[in-house]
């Protein structure tokens, strides 16, 4: 069954860049089955999808992120990234990564990891 | 954009009765639209997708209905641990992907 796994720091400075990984396992990132999402979700608000990345690195961007997000992946470790650019306090969230069927849902979730921006 | 408006923000409801939250979408998606169940503290988990479709492994309890721009997510008996928000979320808008606000479901 897979599973997916965050990682990153949980305080990232204003106008500094947040950087966050997912870690695949118990399937292969490069089975051209799935797209692989990053989603967040700010304290006690709604889900917000960011952006989505294919095995072959061809990616889809949320356009109100558009300008201050790149999503990466590295096949051979099986892990995808999210990286935000210029921070400020409203991009605290929870942020998530998902396996994400046909482009259409997001049906294997990460447990999630709080991003804090604060100084 | 797509917007999507669910419906009520939250309610309150007892063991065994019968739920129902609504999804409005800003214009026609067809049956573009999935239902997501979060529990307090955990990820989003999904539930129903292509507007009727069980996920496999959810309860028959749970189930969907609707096109165009209106839709409906029922909880036939609600259950203590069906405590949680649900998200309604249109992929009509490729390859962008927007959720509904939510709606709070506790128990009365």
């Known amino acids: 069954q897979v599973q997916l796994q965050e990682s990153g720091p949980g305080l990232v400075k204003p106008s500094q860049t947040l950087s966050l990984t997912c870690t695949v396992s118990g399937g292969s990132i490069s089975s051209g089955d799935y797209y692989w999402s990053w989603i967040r979700q700010p304290p006690g608000k709604g889900l917000e999808w960011i952006g989505y990345i294919y095995y072959s690195g061809s990616t889809y961007y949320n356009p109100s992120l558009k300008s201050r997000v790149t999503i990466s992946v590295d096949t051979s470790k099986n892990q995808f990234s999210l990286k935000l650019s210029s921070v400020t306090a409203a991009d605290t969230a929870v942020y998530y990564c998902a396996r994400t069927t046909s482009l259409r849902f997001l049906e294997r979730w990460g447990q999630g990891t709080l991003v804090t921006v604060s100084s | 954009d797509i917007q999507m408006t669910q419906s009520p923000s939250s309610l309150s409801a007892s063991v065994g009765d019968r739920v129902t939250i609504t999804c409005q979408a800003s214009q026609d998606i067809s049956n573009y639209l999935n239902w997501y169940q979060q529990k307090p503290g955990k990820a989003p988990k999904l539930l129903i997708y292509?507007?009727?479709n069980l996920e496999t492994g959810v309860p028959s309890r749970f189930s969907g209905s609707g096109s165009g721009t209106d839709f409906t997510f029922t909880i036939s008996s609600l259950q203590p641990e069906d405590i949680a928000t649900y998200y309604c979320?249109?992929?009509?808008?490729?390859?962008?992907?927007?959720f509904g606000g939510g709606t709070k479901v506790e128990i009365k």
């Open positions: 979320q249109q992929y009509d808008n490729l390859p962008l992907l927007t």
């Open positions: 292509d507007a009727s």
